[in-house]
T-cell receptor
């Protein structure tokens, strides 16, 4: 049981390049999330998927797109990377849709640098 | 809208001393509250959560937090700090998706 896995662990991009961050969970969870973490800013929600087949914007969605490929996988795409997107990206999942007391389980993160 | 404020971006304590990390929340509905910990170069993991069952919540590694509605607070405490407690701590409030505070970095001095 690996929990939440993320690939890659590290990535360096040039401005304007595109890439996809991958996330998968093996806990049969319904809901999945993408956050970015910046110094002094805490975690900010980019997008989330309450259940398979649905996605919604979070606090900071501009410049990103997501795909809930199936129940296990939730990817985050940067179409044209900008230096402001330099950050640590975390994927998380929780068991049930819309249950506010459910624990979120986090992946180890992807450190992205955009030059 | 819900929000949390963590007082102090950095707290430093001596080994064996009391740990107190402060969190105040704002919520228009009865909140559910969480504390997560992030060790260096790792993801976040749950320390404890308040779901209205009991106001004093015990978590892992000897941490506990008390929900005080009158003070809109959910402060995290541990009686005796250990070197291994050095990490960043995040308070968060429901509804799902969670809204996180900006974090408090705890340093433990030998």
């Amino acid at each position: 049981n690996a929990g939440v896995t993320q690939t890659p662990k590290f990535q360096v991009l040039k401005t304007g390049q595109s890439m996809t961050l991958q996330c998968a969970q093996d806990m049969n969870h319904n809901s999945m999330y993408w956050y970015r973490q910046d110094p002094g800013m805490g975690l900010r929600l980019i997008y989330y998927s309450a259940s398979e087949g649905t996605t919604d914007k979070g606090e900071v969605p501009n410049g990103y797109n997501v795909s809930r490929l199936n129940k296990r996988e939730f990817s985050l795409r940067l179409e044209s990377a900008a230096p402001s997107q330099t950050s640590v990206y975390f994927c998380a999942s929780s068991e049930r849709t819309g249950i506010t007391t459910d624990t979120q389980y986090f992946g180890p993160g992807t450190r992205l640098t955009v030059l | 809208a819900q929000s949390v404020t963590q007082l102090g971006s950095h707290v430093s304590v001596s080994e064996g001393a009391l740990v107190l990390l402060r969190c105040n929340y704002s919520s228009s509905v009865p909140p559910y509250l969480f504390w997560y910990v992030q060790y260096p170069n790792q993801g976040l993991q749950l320390l404890l959560k308040y779901t209205s069952a009991a106001t004093l919540v015990k978590g892992i590694n000897g941490f506990e937090a008390e929900f005080k509605k009158s003070e809109t607070s959910f402060h995290l405490t541990k009686p005796s700090a250990h070197m291994s407690d050095a990490a960043e701590y995040f308070c968060a409030v429901s509804p799902t998706p969670l809204v996180f505070g900006k974090g408090t970095r705890l340093s433990v001095i030998a």
